[in-house]
């Protein structure tokens, strides 16, 4: 029985160092900052949400990336939701929108995670 047991940890053995960074390779991630967030007019029974980050990816090898926002949502005859929506940030400056019904609104929102990019030699 014990045979047995040595593929299977050699497998997750595999998958586990062989998804961490190799030797003297570091992971950065870029900074995200909201500058701005506005509703827009109702239409057609919703209204989007929408805001304005600015991305600082100085640090990272790569040109773009995801991460996640994080939201309270508030409805008038439903409990609050903490939901998350995925985005992909580019250096500079990035806009993203969420749609949302007559009757919700965002009662909070911050930046949920960001995925680590390899670090700028």
Do not use: N
């Amino acid at each position: 029985m014990r045979r047995s047991l040595w593929p299977g940890l050699s497998a997750c053995a595999l998958a586990v160092f062989g998804l961490a960074p190799a030797a003297g390779q570091t992971s950065c991630q870029p900074e995200l900052t909201f500058k701005e967030t506005r509703f827009s007019e109702m239409q057609e029974q919703h209204r989007t949400w929408t805001a304005v980050l600015t991305v600082d990816a100085s640090s990272c090898a790569t040109t773009s990336g995801s991460f996640f926002i994080s939201f309270i949502r508030l409805k008038e005859v439903a409990p609050d939701m903490l939901f998350s929506e995925e985005f992909t940030w580019r250096p500079g400056r990035v806009e993203v929108a969420v749609d949302f019904w007559a009757d919700e609104a965002v009662l909070d929102y911050w930046i949920g995670s960001i995925a680590l990019c390899p670090c700028r030699d």
